[in-house]
């Protein structure tokens, strides 16, 4: 369900089922000519949307403003969007702890923006993954007061890490496409990789008469497919399914 569309009842009933609460994070950033600006968010949208036809889960409105840096073409007349990610941490950490108040226990982020080395982290969703952290320990010590974690009541803190109850597991940042992905779907910027998946997931955002193959990271995408786009889209379903635990 889109969360903006919920009525409260419908709330506590995905609250009381622990629903997944997805947000759909990325950037506007220039994605050649042939792409319209939202892609990396566009892509997470379209792919969330699909499963939530499938399964209980709450999806929240996107966030669209990340980081998506100069690194491309500069933004004048070309439409890149870029907030510095010290002004999304702040933002992050009160959106979660919002999330947290409201009793959700089950938040997941999914970003596609530079998350070839998810692992290590790029601005965009190392602000989220420390706004959700930090979020974490202000709820905490705000519903249990201090000395929360030492109290007896946390004697199987260690054991609990992996079956969901410890609280770090309360929100989770992914990437939407895996290295196992990445090892069988091409990962790019704009070329024939994110072309082929935009032209599955939202075909409105592909002009592909516009398509300048002057550039070289935009070269490969003549050789996109609706196909190998349903490729991608497939993959990336199945990891989602995965990590929501609806599996
Ligand atoms: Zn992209």
């Avoid at 998506?68 to 890149?80: D, I, K, L, M």
Wanted: with cysteine.
């Amino acid at each position: 369900m889109r969360y903006e569309m919920m009525f409260p009842y419908q709330i506590r009933a995905a609250i009381d089922e622990n629903w997944p609460v997805v947000l759909p994070l990325g950037v506007l950033e220039y994605h050649g000519e042939h792409l319209a600006v939202g892609l990396d968010t566009l892509v997470v949208i379209k792919s969330v949307e699909i499963l939530e036809k499938e399964i209980d889960l709450v999806l929240l409105p996107p966030f669209h403003y990340g980081a998506a840096s100069y690194a491309v073409e500069p933004p004048e007349r070309n439409g890149t969007l870029h907030v510095d990610a010290d002004k999304l941490y702040p933002f992050a950490r009160e959106m979660f702890k919002g999330l947290l108040r409201i009793g959700f226990r089950n938040i997941h982020f999914f970003v596609h923006h530079q998350t070839e080395n998810f692992a290590a982290g790029m601005p965009t969703d190392l602000a989220f993954k420390f706004g959700a952290s930090q979020a974490i320990f202000d709820f905490l010590q705000a519903d249990r007061g201090e000395g929360w974690w030492g109290d007896s009541k946390m004697a199987d803190y260690y054991s609990q890490q992996s079956t969901g109850s410890d609280p770090f597991n309360w929100i989770k940042g992914h990437p939407l496409m895996t290295s196992e992905i990445i090892a069988q779907f091409p990962f790019d910027h704009a070329a024939q990789g994110e072309t082929s998946l935009l032209m599955a997931l939202c075909p409105e955002g592909v002009e592909m008469e516009r398509l300048d193959a002057d550039k070289w990271y935009t070269k490969s995408a003549e050789t996109a497919s609706v196909a190998l786009g349903e490729k991608g889209r497939d993959l990336i379903l199945d990891h989602m399914r995965d990590v929501l635990g609806v599996k």
